[in-house]
């Protein structure tokens, strides 16, 4: 690993211009548990870590509000998994932190840096060895000839197919959040949606995000369908492994009939990715088993599998049937 230089703000003001000091290079450190792992292997070289771990400003969770739930960006998943509400009333959001991970993990890494973690696609780990786009631009991608398992059925495009790894982001997309950022242009609002780009021709770049942009919270617009939702999440093992495939669903339901859905996949596209064509399905139609499959299959009607992945379609859309009959449940309790 190459040396750094480490500094410690202690605002986010003062962090924005230790940013614009350091120039190119430099880089936001939060708890550390994808930053450094790249760095250890190689596939990240700052030669300045600017630590906001600690400016509590940016930790705070309100989630008491009749319009909107609050995450500082650097609360931890831990801290945010447990919140009571959202516990009760958006189950979906906090399994997807409770299945993120270890619960080590979720001590130290906060929920605005989840959201940038990069894909697990072990050739872009592997080292220089093999050619990655994202990795190196223009250098090719080994997973084209090479293991496609966990590679995308959605949005990929000639030069990646990496997966977009993470779960909080999946169920945020469902409700369909705002990520808060401030630079030394001033502060802006991102839908979660417009946060993560395809990869097109340009597989290095991931987000909307400027180098120097700082993200200070998310916001989440209540939802009456947040109590009947849930993070589905399939996996090669049952904990400590990330997604296979996984939904995050959310329905609300009058007199049995769906008068709101929000379907969100994960484990299976370049990144967070929504599924109106499920949603569609689903409208004001009886949440039945048969609408529920009907909805898991048109999720994944577009699907474009690779040599190894096409046993991702008929997971997929098994996940998200078996998601919605966990919500419907849900909502015939609540
Ligand atoms: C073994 C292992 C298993 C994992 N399993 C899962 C899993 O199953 N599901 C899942 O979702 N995740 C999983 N993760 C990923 C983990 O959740 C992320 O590493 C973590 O959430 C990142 O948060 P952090 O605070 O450690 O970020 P850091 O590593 O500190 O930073 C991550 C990125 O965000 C940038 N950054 C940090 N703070 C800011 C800021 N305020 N504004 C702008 N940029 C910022 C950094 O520069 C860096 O690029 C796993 C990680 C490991 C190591
Ligand atoms: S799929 Fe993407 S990340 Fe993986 S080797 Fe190809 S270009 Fe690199």
Known sequence: MQRFTYVRPSTPAEAIRAMADGGPGTRFLAGGTTLFDLMKLGAEAPRTLIDVSRLDTLARVDTSGSHELIFGALARMSDVAADHRLREDYPALSESLDKAASQQLRNMARVGPNLLQRTRCAYFRGGEVFPCNKRAPGSGCAAREGLDRGHALLGASDACAAVYPGDWAIALLAFDAVVDTLSPRGERSIPLRELHREPGSTPDLETVLAPDELLVRIRVPTSQAGRASTYHKIRD??????????????????????????????????????????????????????????????????????????????????????????ARRRAEQS
């Open 237 to 326: 093992r049952e904990s400590y492994a990330f997604a296979l495939t996984s939904a995050a669903v959310a329905v609300r339901l009058e007199g049995g009939v769906v008068t709101e859905a929000r379907v969100a996949l994960g484990g299976v596209a370049t990144r967070p990715w929504r599924s109106p064509e499920a949603e569609s399905v689903l409208l004001g139609q009886f949440l039945t088993e048969d609408v529920a499959r009907r909805a898991g299959q048109a999720a994944f009607a577009a699907a474009k599998p690779g040599r190894q992945n096409a046993f991702k379609v008929e997971l997929g859309a098994r996940t998200v049937t078996d998601a919605l009959l966990i």
